[in-house]
Nanobody
Framework: QRQLAESGGGLVQPGGSLTLSCTAS????????IGWFRQAPGKGRDGVAC????????QYVDAVKGRFTISRDLVKNAVNLQMSSSKLEDTGVYYC??????????????????????WGQGTQVIVSS
């Protein structure tokens, strides 16, 4: 099974920034759409953002639009999630996963926050003053 590893979590003040990284050691991430998910304390795991395999299309949930940016680092074989203008409600354990990619008849693609495969350990983000 393809294993992903999350890193970069930590403590950040409200309004602050943090960059999370998703890496893989045994396959190329740019062969798949990759998504970030988070699980707040006492709640279920929810999708946050995803990026298509070629990196041309990104999707964000409304709660993070304009504040988070998902991107690929092809050199490091990573998918990063840059968090900015952090809010208390961004606190949680963040996970990355391969997600479903849709290809339209036009050839364009998009990603869906529909995780495939197994979950990694996650990386914890705490937004607190």
């Amino acid at each position: 099974q393809r294993q992903l590893a999350e890193s970069g979590g930590g403590l950040v003040q409200p309004g602050g920034s943090l960059t999370l990284s998703c890496t893989a050691s045994d396959f190329w991430l740019n062969h798949y759409s990759i998504g970030w998910f988070r699980q707040a304390p006492g709640k279920g795991r929810d999708g946050v953002a995803c990026i298509t395999s070629e990196g041309k299309t990104t999707q964000y949930v409304d709660a993070v639009k304009g504040r988070f940016t998902i991107s690929r680092d092809l050199v490091k074989n990573a998918v990063n999630l840059q968090m900015s203008s952090s809010k208390l409600e961004d606190t949680g354990v963040y996970y990355c996963a391969i997600v479903r990619q849709i290809t339209y008849a036009t050839g364009s693609t998009t990603c869906l926050l529909d995780a495939q495969g197994t979950w990694g350990q996650g990386t914890q983000v705490i937004v607190s003053s």
